[in-house]
């Protein structure tokens, strides 16, 4: 190998390796990159799972809330369905809502 080839692989070696270090600095700032974005996306998860908790107690709390409400509802029917049976009977007719069963 002359002095002008072995200078040519020299040159060549160092454009590798340049070239080697410019791909390790983007991996690197792509992994950099990545972490941040995997960190940003935990905080998400974590705020999500705050509010996924929230929105189940409070989907409880409405269903509880509509199971209550049809209680009332069915009671209020109750008692319309007995004034109504008393005013036919005040006023000398036939009941024309049936007794509730019971």
């Not at 935990?42 to 409880?60: F, M, N, P």
């Not at 809330?65 to 509802?73: F, K, N, P, S, Y």
Request: aromatic share 4%; hydrophobic share 35%; no cysteine.
């Amino acid at each position: 190998m002359t002095f002008e080839e072995w200078e040519k692989w020299a040159e060549r070696q160092k454009e590798w390796a340049e070239r080697q270090e410019k791909w390790a600095e983007r991996q690197q700032e792509r992994h950099e990159a990545l972490a941040e974005s995997l960190e940003i996306l935990t905080q998400d998860v974590h705020e999500l799972q705050g509010r996924v908790t929230a929105l189940t107690i409070l989907s409880k709390e409405n269903l509880r809330g509509t199971g209550d409400l049809r209680a009332a509802i069915h009671e209020l029917a109750k008692v319309a369905e007995s004034h109504e049976r008393g005013i036919t009977r005040l006023e000398g007719g036939e009941p024309t809502v049936p007794a509730p069963e019971r």
